[in-house]
């Protein structure tokens, strides 16, 4: 059974088609990435899939269960998180609070049993901690600790985002962009990152226009222009794929 | 008790002059700004958590204060309920009218959010001054009875003196501080926190970004619901001043001055604003100029409060205090 599955999924503005029947699917620990030219509607995907925003029509099955018009927070505790395509962080608290806040969708303390400061509670908070920590260490950011987030370099503001995402223990990652922003070693960085999500038995869904990146860790990509899935298929096929390059070119059509 | 531990050599000796001030406090009219201090620590701690924590600034908390006070006040002078009941509920209709008017206002973002919870506390008082059969109108309603502490079998003690309502502010002060202090140090803090720095990331790390501001919003007006209960029965009396705009500019000054989104900034705050304007007295007619004057300095030249100021001071007397700490466990 297919992890996440995407069915004839539609959104119009107005007179303006900005996905027209995309379906595809991401199997159990894929890695899949999402590419095309700017305006193809990958990140409206991507808003449509965890929430932000409501598909004319169709529908997003995940583990077997729709949720489409979910609310973004519902989505995201089923284990469907996301990162933004601008980098979207909690700029003024400190590296080590965002990563902490990010594990919100995995605690379950109440209102009395905080006030009261139940053992589950301080449990709970111990074990998020530890979490948080490990996960700092896991993407590279461990020595900024304490920094606040906003006086952290764009590139390690894109790890952060993961991290912060990572601290909800996702079961499917949704990266808009994560390279955006960032030099060649850091880049290098985040592609052996999310390999290694991956092999912690994460799924992962990609939105990136390096082709370095993508064509290097994608086990599947799934090609839009102007809304549809134009072409489908393992690194190597969509490489090769004729109306990819066109798309990409802008060749006669 | 972990939380004791967290607490610096500042907050030791601040404890310490809160429990002890009434002995060298002689004058009553001391006495009463003291209360009146713990009063608006009360008050803005609970308003801080809305502003300071998620975010969102609310004119409305005048509102709240004046349900708890009339809630309190009725309900003791009509069906002569002992004082705890009473309290609870003042604090719960606070609640209630949070719940109903930010489920509303809520929806609405910024500015719009900031003029419909000004706008309710002026129904508010409006409803209060010409509602005569129920609220005595503008002349308010005198002869609340003082507050009793009954305990079946165990005692049943009035408060009369200023000592004894200094105390009674102060237990209530140390709740309210240790309950912010919890809520604000867990998960749920969290989120609040997150819901002021992103809310679309908080979104989309599972908070309810509603669910959880219209918890503030609640948790918020219980405290003006306590706050407003205090007051009625500390001056026997409640009036539609309660509702009036002045007091909310008092808290928004404390909680702006002192540093919104920590614990300490607002009591500092509270403490300035109520006790800076005494200690200007010698400065006579030229007294309130004076305050106004240094109002601008403080949000000009420390816009993010003055609890930040202090904060080198509190760590110089942390330095002291495990040097002397290292001294004795050498000595011994």
Request: net charge positive; charged share 15%.
């Amino acid at each position: 059974m297919a992890n996440l599955e995407l069915k004839e999924l539609t959104i119009q503005f107005g007179g303006l088609v900005a996905l027209q029947d995309l379906s595809f699917h991401v199997a159990d620990e894929e890695i899949v990435a999402l590419i095309g030219p700017n305006g193809a509607g990958k990140t409206t995907a991507f808003n449509i899939i965890t929430g932000f925003l409501p598909p004319t029509r169709g529908h997003v099955m995940y583990s077997g269960e729709d949720v489409v018009r979910l609310p973004p927070h519902q989505i995201a505790s089923k284990g469907l998180i996301r990162t933004f395509q601008k980098t979207n962080i909690f700029s003024s608290v400190s590296v080590f609070d965002g990563v902490m806040m990010g594990r919100h969708c995995r605690t379950r303390s109440g209102f009395l049993k905080i006030i009261l400061n139940t053992r589950y509670v301080q449990m709970e908070e111990e074990r998020s901690k530890e979490k948080a920590e490990t996960i700092l260490d896991f993407v590279g950011l461990a020595h900024r600790r304490d920094e606040m987030a906003r006086n952290l370099s764009s590139g390690e503001q894109r790890l952060l985002e993961i991290a912060v995402a990572l601290a909800g223990e996702p079961n499917l990652l949704l990266l808009d962009e994560p390279a955006t922003g960032m030099n060649p070693s850091e880049k290098e960085r985040v592609m052996t990152l999310i390999k290694k999500v991956r092999s912690n038995g994460i799924t992962v869904l990609l939105v990136e226009h390096d082709m370095g990146l993508v064509m290097g860790i994608s086990d599947r990509i799934v090609v839009l222009n102007f809304g549809k899935k134009i072409a489908e298929g393992k690194p190597r096929e969509i490489q090769e794929n004729e109306e990819v390059i066109r798309a990409y070119l802008g060749g006669a059509g | 008790m972990d939380c004791l531990k967290q607490l610096k050599l500042v907050h030791w000796i601040g404890i310490l002059l809160a429990l002890t001030a009434p002995l060298f406090v002689q004058s009553g009219y001391l006495m009463h700004i003291l209360i009146d201090t713990g009063f608006f620590v009360i008050l803005v701690t609970g308003l801080n958590i809305v502003i300071g924590y998620t975010g969102a600034l609310s004119l409305g908390q005048q509102a709240f204060l004046g349900i708890g006070g009339y809630t309190s006040a009725l309900l003791m002078k009509n069906y002569h309920l002992s004082y705890l009941p009473c309290l609870v509920a003042a604090a719960l209709l606070a609640g209630i009218g949070g719940l109903l008017i930010g489920a509303v206002c809520l929806r609405l973002r910024s500015h719009y959010f900031v003029i419909v919870t000004l706008a309710f506390a002026l129904i508010m008082e409006l409803v209060c001054i010409n509602w005569v059969d129920l609220t005595g109108g503008p002349m308010g309603m005198p002869g609340i009875p003082s507050p009793t502490l009954y305990l079946p079998g165990l005692t049943n003690f009035t408060f009369q003196t200023k000592t004894h309502y200094y105390y009674l502010v102060l237990v209530m002060v140390f709740i309210g501080l240790y309950v912010a202090y919890r809520l604000i140090h867990s998960r749920i803090g969290r989120a609040l926190i997150a819901i002021r720095e992103n809310e679309e990331l908080a979104k989309s790390m599972g908070v309810n970004a509603f669910g959880y501001s219209l918890f503030a919003f609640v948790i918020s007006s219980m405290y003006a619901g306590i706050a407003g209960s205090f007051q009625a029965h500390y001056l026997n009396l409640v009036t539609p001043d309660m509702f009036s705009f002045y007091s909310m500019i008092s808290m928004l000054l404390m909680i702006a001055i002192g540093g919104k989104g920590t614990i300490s900034g607002p009591i500092l705050g509270a403490i300035i604003i109520s006790m800076l304007p005494e200690f200007l007295r010698m400065a006579e007619t030229y007294r309130l100029p004076i305050f106004g004057f240094l109002l601008v300095v403080v949000t000009l030249y420390i816009p993010d409060g003055i609890v930040h100021k202090v904060r080198p001071i509190s760590n110089v007397l942390e330095n002291w205090k495990m040097r002397l700490w290292r001294t004795l466990s050498l000595k011994s």
